[in-house]
C-alpha cells in the first residue's frame, strides 16, 4: 500500500493544523456551521493569516447562501471558535481562535445585520 502524497497538486486544500475540538464543536452547530468554518480556515491557510475577509459568492459553490453563511457566522461566534467584525456594505472580517482561551471577553458576540460587499462584488 503507498502512502498518501503530502502534497495535492492542482487543486484547493485545507491548510491545517486545524484543531479537533474545534472542529468537533463546529460539527455540533448544526447547519452549515463546519462548512463555513472549513470554509474560514481555507482562507486562513491561503492568506498565512488568522484574520480573512469573508466573500460569501465562494461559498455558494459549496451550497452555502449569503443568510446561510451569516447564521453560521453566528453560532460559530456565540461558540468562542471565532470573532467577526461587522461593517455594513462589507465584507465580514472573521478572526479564527485556535482554542477558546484565545476569546477575550471584550470579543463578546453581538449580533448586527451584515449586508453584501461592494469591494468583493456581492450582493
Known amino acids: 500500500m503507498t502512502k498518501p502524497s503530502r502534497f495535492i497538486q492542482c487543486e484547493p486544500f485545507v491548510r491545517g493544523p486545524i484543531p479537533l475540538g474545534w472542529l468537533a464543536a463546529a460539527g455540533s452547530l448544526g447547519g452549515k456551521a463546519m462548512h463555513v468554518g472549513l470554509y474560514c480556515w481555507y482562507l486562513a491557510g491561503l492568506n498565512d493569516s488568522m484574520e480573512v475577509k469573508l466573500s460569501t459568492s465562494r461559498l455558494k459553490e459549496f451550497g452555502v447562501s449569503r443568510q446561510a453563511v451569516h447564521r453560521a457566522l453566528a453560532a460559530l461566534e456565540r461558540q ?41 462584488h456581492v450582493s
Not at 467577526?84 to 472573521?94: F, I, K, L
Not at 453581538?110 to 469591494?119: E, H, K, L, N
Request: net charge positive; hydrophobic share 35%; with cysteine.
Open 80 to 120: 468562542r471558535l471565532l470573532f467577526v467584525q461587522r461593517r455594513s456594505g462589507c465584507c465580514p472580517v472573521v478572526t479564527l481562535f485556535v482554542s477558546r482561551s484565545q476569546a477575550s471577553p471584550a470579543l463578546e458576540y453581538q449580533p448586527a445585520t451584515v449586508q453584501g460587499c461592494s469591494t468583493c
